[in-house]
C-alpha cells in the first residue's frame, strides 16, 4: 500500500502565525490566557496546554485583570477590544489579516448600509468565532445564513450586502449567491424597484485554492484519509470536496477513529487535512498505515 501526505495540507498561514505567538510568548513566561480554542484541532490544542497555554471563555476574560491574553486567527468584536482596555489586559493579537481585511470591509459597507437601509448578509456559521467577529462590525445587525431556509431573514425590498465567512466552500456560497439574485430579481420585476445587490466573494484564498488541489489528490487515491478536528469549519468544507471526489474517503480526528477495513483493497492511500490540520497528526496517521501494511503484508 502507497501511503501519501498531500504536501498543500496543513496550517494555514494565519494558524502558523497565531500558534507561533502564543509558543513565542510560552517560551518567555511559561503561561498564557488564549480566548477560545487557538485552533480547531483538539490534538494541536491539548499540544499547547501542556506548554503552558490556558483556554479562556469571554465570560473568563471579563474577570481577568493586569495580564495578557492571546487573540487568535479568527479575530474579535470590538467589544472584546473594550474589554480589554477596561481590564487593563495586554491583547497579543494574532487575528489573521485576511479576517482583518473582511472585517473592515464588513464595517464599511455596514456604515453604507445604514445610509441606504440595507442588511449585511453573511454566509457562515452562527456562534463561529469568525462570524461574532464580523457581526461585532455592524452592531449585531448582520443576517445569518447557512441554508435556504435562512434566506425568510432577509427582506429582498431593501439593498443586500453580501459576505462570506473566510472559510466557507466556494460551492455553497456560489448556490447561496444565486438563490439571493433569484429572489431580489424576482421582487424587481413584480415592484419595478431597483435595489443594490453587493455580492462579495471573501472566502479565504488558502481554502478555495485547496479545493481544486484536494479534487486532484483524492483522485490520484484509492482511499482518502482527511484529518481534521470536528469543530473545523473549513475541515468540513475541505473534507465535502474530497467525499464528492472519491467516496471511499473518511473524516478522523485521530488514529483511534480510523477502521482497518477502509484499506483492506487500497494499493493507495492519500492523507489530507484542513488548515487547521497540523502536519504532525497526519505523520501521526501515515505511521499508523505504515504499521498496519507491515502486519497486514
Ligand atoms: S484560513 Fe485564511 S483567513 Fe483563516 S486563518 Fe487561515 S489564512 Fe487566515
Given at each position: 500500500m502507497r501511503i501519501s501526505i498531500?504536501?498543500?495540507?496543513?496550517?494555514c498561514f494565519g494558524v502558523v502565525y497565531a500558534i507561533q505567538m502564543a509558543e513565542e510568548e510560552l517560551d518567555k513566561s511559561g503561561s498564557l490566557y488564549c480566548l477560545?480554542?487557538?485552533?480547531?484541532n483538539n490534538m494541536e490544542v491539548e499540544r499547547l496546554k501542556a506548554r503552558g497555554l490556558k483556554i479562556i471563555n469571554h465570560e473568563q476574560l471579563s474577570q481577568l485583570h493586569d495580564t495578557k491574553v492571546l487573540i487568535r486567527a479568527h479575530g474579535e468584536p470590538p467589544e472584546t477590544y473594550k474589554t480589554a482596555i477596561e481590564n487593563n489586559i495586554e491583547l497579543i493579537d494574532a487575528s489573521c489579516p485576511v479576517v482583518l481585511k473582511l472585517q473592515n470591509r464588513v464595517r464599511t459597507s455596514f456604515d453604507e448600509a445604514v445610509e441606504t437601509e440595507g442588511q449585511i448578509v453573511i454566509y457562515g456559521e452562527a456562534g463561529h468565532a469568525e462570524v461574532n467577529g464580523l457581526v461585532g462590525q455592524t452592531d449585531g445587525k448582520a443576517i445569518i445564513v447557512?441554508?435556504?431556509?435562512?434566506?425568510?431573514?432577509?427582506?429582498?425590498s431593501k439593498p443586500v450586502y453580501f459576505f462570506s465567512q473566510?472559510?466557507?466552500?466556494t460551492k455553497g456560497f456560489e448556490e447561496m449567491k444565486a438563490m439571493i439574485e433569484e429572489r431580489m430579481q424576482t421582487f424587481q420585476q413584480s415592484s419595478g424597484e431597483d435595489e443594490i445587490f453587493s455580492s462579495n466573494d471573501t472566502i479565504c484564498r488558502q481554502v478555495s485554492n485547496r479545493e481544486p488541489q484536494l479534487e486532484k489528490f483524492s483522485t490520484q487515491h484509492d482511499v482518502i484519509v482527511f484529518v481534521s478536528g470536528k469543530k473545523s469549519s473549513n475541515g468540513k468544507a475541505l473534507y465535502s470536496v474530497c467525499k464528492a471526489t472519491n467516496p471511499h474517503s473518511y473524516f478522523v480526528s485521530?488514529?483511534?477513529?480510523?477502521?482497518?477495513q477502509w484499506f483492506a483493497d487500497a494499493e493507495s492511500v492519500g492523507i489530507c487535512g484542513a488548515t487547521s490540520t497540523p502536519m504532525w497528526l497526519m505523520e501521526k496517521v501515515a505511521k499508523y498505515l505504515q504499521e498496519l501494511n507491515t502486519v497486514t503484508a
Open positions: 498531500d504536501p498543500h495540507s496543513g496550517f477560545g480554542d487557538i485552533v480547531h447557512k441554508t435556504a431556509d435562512d434566506l425568510a431573514k432577509i427582506d429582498f473566510t472559510t466557507k466552500s485521530d488514529t483511534d477513529e480510523m477502521e482497518k
